[in-house]
């Protein structure tokens, strides 16, 4: 019961400090309500198909380790690994992640590593590839041709394949 009593009182706390807080500040939220509801909306499913397609790729990841993730599953891990990483320090997330996946399907912390750099250089890449596609578009106009920028992009994206690793039944299928 005081154990009770003791939670309630600091919830009161920090309730109380919170709307202390806003009424202090209060010029500083008056800007959030100047965003349109569709602004907010275009922003929530933006994320939240980002966060379904990182599940997906940590589930194609994963298939190379015979563990076979089902939409809710790889769709929670994303959403738990990026509250985590928001809240928490020292990126949460990512040791979330790593001890479930250890936990529920035994799953060795350095094939964690290995599938975290494979998703880390493919959302690079894809960045990479992103940022050159708009850089060319914007410069397509213009006067300016950057041969220097066009052969960095090409030099770092023959480099890229040196990192992925193919497993061995496609290796055999490729006749290597």
Known sequence: MIK???????LLLVLAYLANYIYLNSEDFIVLFNIDLWQISFLAINQIVILILNGYLLKILLINYKINLSLKEYSCISIYTSLF?????????????????KRKYQLTYSNFTASLFGNYLIIISSIFFLAFVCWFFVTKNSNEHHLSYIFLFLAVASLLPMFIKLPASNIKLLNI
Do not use: D, M
């Open 85 to 101: 990483n928001t809240f928490l320090p020292f990126k949460s997330g990512l040791g979330y992640r790593a001890l479930y996946l």
């Open 4 to 10: 009770r009593i003791f939670s309630l009182l600091i």
